[in-house]
């Protein structure tokens, strides 16, 4: 979301509710780290980063389709080991890149291949961390006939063989999704009625009884105090 916004003149930007989602998003990544290096633009007292791309909602994912990928992962395994193996084929796939950028990360991955086959396997075991990328398609597959439900299908976009940065910016890109959608109930709460107030209260975290205290929209309300398995209220304006 920080790598990439919508230009100020688009209509989508004028609007003030993706505006503030956009806001809050950004202050999020800048408080749990979940941020990337702008390399070679680092200075003595500074880190340039950026965030790391984000949607403003999570995306619902078929369990269907997960079960899927997972089924697909072994034989996806056993294909880049058997890619990684024909040095011959390999060579022929990534010349061109190698070629045209000798300086270029391609070229000095090539070099280390290389080092690695002249010396030779140090032991019997091959391990192997490969991680496949995927996102949902809308629509038919070619050749399928097309009925009247939509069908969902997965795409490859992506495959990396070392990779796994992507592990700990999913659970934040998770635990900011849910921190999002409770803000968004609170604000919601927060325009209810007092006795609808106090029913949806005794479901929420503690954290967000703290926010809730610390927001002056509760002054319209009455002042929220929690205390250990018990929620109180004191009106403090009249009803």
Known sequence: MMGYLPDEDDEEIRDPAL?????DIKDYQIIHGNLLKIVRFEEPTRVPSTGVNVSCESTPF????????????????ELYIHALSDTEWLYSVLAPQIKSEPEGVMAKLWDVYLKCQEAGP???????????????HEGTLEGEKIGSETKVNLKQVEMNTFSCAGICHSQHAVRMHRYLNDRRTLEEVCNCSLPVLRLLLEKLPYELINWLNETSRTQALGQVILYPQTTTYQRSCPA
């Open 19 to 23: 505006t503030r989602v956009i806001s």
């Open 62 to 77: 078929p369990r269907q389709m997960y079960d899927h990928a997972m089924a697909l992962q072994q034989s996806m395994n």
């Open 122 to 136: 140090v032991q019997n075991v091959t391990c192997g961390i490969f991680r496949s990328d995927y996102m949902l």
